[in-house]
Nanobody, 124 residues
Framework: QVQLAQSGGGSVQAGGSLRLSCAAS??????WGWFRQAPGKEREGVAR????????LYADSVTGRFTISRDNADGTVYLLMNSLQPEDTGVYYC???????????????????WGQGTQVTVSS
């Protein structure tokens, strides 16, 4: 059994910050990602991390504002979101996979295990 324990989220004003957390309760996965989905829209890749190489990948819309990282002491994976804007509003999901798909891309289908999702709302 594998469970991704996801926490964080909430409501903030534009320009504010939030930090989301995610961890696998049973297994260690090499590849981690964060995705978001707004109502009526496709699920969108936000960031991913290869914990073996340390490589990161960000969507153009969040580059320079969001940071994906891992606490090597306990394995928790974070998404730090700074300078939040209303367009960042949506349900955010963490995801994990042992391989991370056939390419270095932000694709939901490249990840097998998912957190439960949490709402992030940014108001102007």
């Amino acid at each position: 059994q594998v469970q991704l324990a996801q926490s964080g989220g909430g409501s903030v004003q534009a320009g504010g910050s939030l930090r989301l957390s995610c961890a696998a309760s049973k297994y260690i996965y090499n590849h981690w990602g964060w995705f978001r989905q707004a109502p009526g829209k496709e699920r969108e890749g936000v960031a991913r991390l290869n914990i073996r190489s340390g490589a990161t990948l960000y969507a153009d819309s969040v580059t320079g504002r969001f940071t994906i990282s891992r606490d090597n002491a306990d394995g928790t994976v974070y998404l730090l979101m700074n300078s939040l804007q209303p367009e960042d509003t949506g349900v955010y999901y963490c995801a994990a996979d042992s391989v991370g798909g056939p390419g270095w891309r932000l694709r939901p289908g490249y990840f097998t295990y998912w957190g439960q999702g949490t709402q992030v709302t940014v108001s102007s």
